[in-house]
């Protein structure tokens, strides 16, 4: 008698779920099984009622180089391990300092920052060399790693990065970076990876800190709170198209309110949309105001969420506005500034009304200076009528939005603090 009612109950469930599996299915299952199985195939314009199966060919096509790169793809990203290593040595080390740990904890760190320093001066740049100075420098920190209990993750992993960048930059062993900067010119898929990596770097940052500033100010007792917050978040649900046709009066180099106002402190005028070296920036600028109020809207949410007994305790305890931001509010925002940053990195990966209606449907002023991932696509779909290739693009880009997702949820697992 159970057993028939469980059944039943079962059986009416998915009769609910029917509609909304066959809505799914016909718009979202279907298309993404359909374009993944298309990415195997020759179709395009001459090929319509024809496609044929060609395996690997649109991938390989994709980053087929018009000539030579002058680094080694393999060589660089060995080097950029290393790097990484370094990076990560550099944050060990100055734990272990600052907790005055054992010699056995400060040396080996201390060992693979030597090691890249003697690489370096002696400009030895060979593969195997970089591969065993990556493999032994990362065969240490991962064991450091499971030892070291930090506090404060973000904090570190910001060190991190910022050391990494660094040294990147100005290693004289080629990493990705150097990699990325030659082969731009030489490959248009790379270009756009490029373009859309620069743009996420500048936007993704800038919208978190700004909206968590303005959800600040908006949580104190400031005057007119509703109006503020009301006036922040209707960017966010304005169409794109009005947007970027406001910022495009804006950003008009004879016209525009910005360079008019640039004037006024005797700066020179800057071509905005005519100069490709501001494409990408332009396209952050309008990116992070249009997103900027949702992020501090939600931010705003998880600071009134905070109970206020975390904050009487410390103001008992004589602690300062800072030392509450760094130690109580900072840390169980975490949860709230995870969300933000997956949600925040996947729109910027997927980029492309600004672009399209700034530059009047052309991937920037010239060079292919705007050119991001999704332009990409859409110009081998809608404009090559390379669908076959088009959607092993996609695919690609799908493939890079979930390997940072799932190094995002890595760093979260140690860095998000959840209080019930």
């Known amino acids: 008698m159970k057993a028939s009612k469980k059944l039943k109950e079962t059986v009416l469930a998915y009769l609910f779920l029917l509609p909304s599996l066959a809505v799914l299915g016909m718009f979202v299952f279907w298309p993404v099984g359909f374009?993944?199985?298309?990415?195997?195939?020759k179709w395009d314009f001459r090929n319509m009622k024809n496609p044929y199966f060609t395996g690997l060919d649109?991938?390989?096509?994709?980053?087929?180089?018009?000539?030579?790169?002058?680094?080694?793809?393999?060589?660089?990203?060995?080097?950029?391990?290393?790097?990484?290593?370094?990076?990560?040595?550099?944050?060990?080390?100055?734990?272990?300092?600052?907790?005055?740990?054992?010699?056995?904890?400060?040396?080996?760190?201390?060992?693979?920052?030597?090691?890249y320093i003697a690489l370096n001066l002696f400009s030895l740049k060979n593969p195997i060399l970089s591969f065993f100075a990556a493999a032994i420098s990362w065969?240490?920190?991962?064991?450091?790693?499971?030892?070291?209990?930090?506090?404060?993750?973000?904090?570190?992993?910001?060190?991190?990065?910022?050391?990494?960048t660094f040294v990147e930059l100005r290693s004289s062993l080629p990493g990705m970076v150097n990699f990325l900067l030659?082969?731009?010119?030489?490959?248009?898929?790379?270009?756009?990876l490029t373009n859309t990596l620069y743009y996420v770097i500048l936007s993704v940052p800038s919208q978190i800190f700004l909206s968590l500033v303005i959800a600040l100010l908006l949580n104190s007792n400031v005057r007119f709170r509703v109006f503020f917050r009301t006036a922040y978040f209707i960017p966010f649900v304005?169409?794109?198209?009005?947007?970027?046709?406001?910022?495009?009066?804006?950003?008009?180099?004879?016209?525009?309110?910005?360079?008019?106002?640039?004037s006024l402190f005797n700066i020179d005028p800057i071509s905005w949309l005519k100069d490709e070296r501001w494409t990408i920036p332009t396209i952050a600028i309008v990116s992070v105001w249009k997103t900027v109020g949702y992020d501090a809207v939600i931010f705003l949410a998880g600071l009134q969420n905070i109970d206020r007994s975390y904050y009487e305790a410390a103001?008992?305890?004589?602690?300062?506005?800072?030392?509450?931001?760094?130690?109580i509010t900072w840390p169980l925002l975490s949860p709230t500034t995870f969300f933000l940053l997956i949600v925040s990195l996947i729109g910027a990966f997927k980029v492309f009304a600004e672009i399209y209606i700034l530059y009047d449907g052309l991937p920037g002023p010239y060079n292919n200076s705007g050119m991001t991932l999704v332009y990409y696509?859409?110009?081998?779909?809608?404009?090559?009528?390379?669908?076959?290739?088009?959607?092993?693009a996609a695919y690609i880009l799908f493939a890079i939005i979930l390997i940072f997702t799932f190094i995002q949820y890595r760093v979260g697992r140690r860095a998000v603090e959840y209080v019930s």
């Open 58 to 115: 649109n991938y390989i096509e994709i980053f087929r180089f018009d000539y030579p790169p002058k680094y080694s793809f393999i060589f660089t990203v060995l080097n950029s391990f290393f790097h990484l290593a370094v990076a990560g040595a550099v944050v060990l080390l100055v734990v272990h300092l600052l907790r005055k740990r054992s010699l056995s904890g400060v040396l080996p760190n201390a060992m693979i920052v030597l090691l």
């Open 377 to 392: 696509v859409f110009d081998l779909f809608y404009r090559q009528q390379r669908m076959g290739i088009a959607s092993a």
């Open 182 to 192: 030659d082969a731009k010119d030489k490959n248009l898929f790379l270009k756009a």
């Open 139 to 164: 065969s240490w920190l991962v064991y450091d790693f499971k030892k070291v209990e930090m506090k404060n993750t973000w904090l570190w992993f910001i060190l991190f990065l910022v050391v990494f």
């Open 315 to 327: 103001e008992v305890d004589g602690a300062n506005s800072l030392q509450k931001f760094f130690y």
């Open 238 to 262: 304005t169409s794109v198209v009005a947007i970027s046709l406001v910022w495009k009066w804006i950003f008009n180099d004879e016209f525009g309110l910005l360079n008019y106002i640039l």
């Open 35 to 41: 374009s993944f199985v298309l990415s195997f195939f």
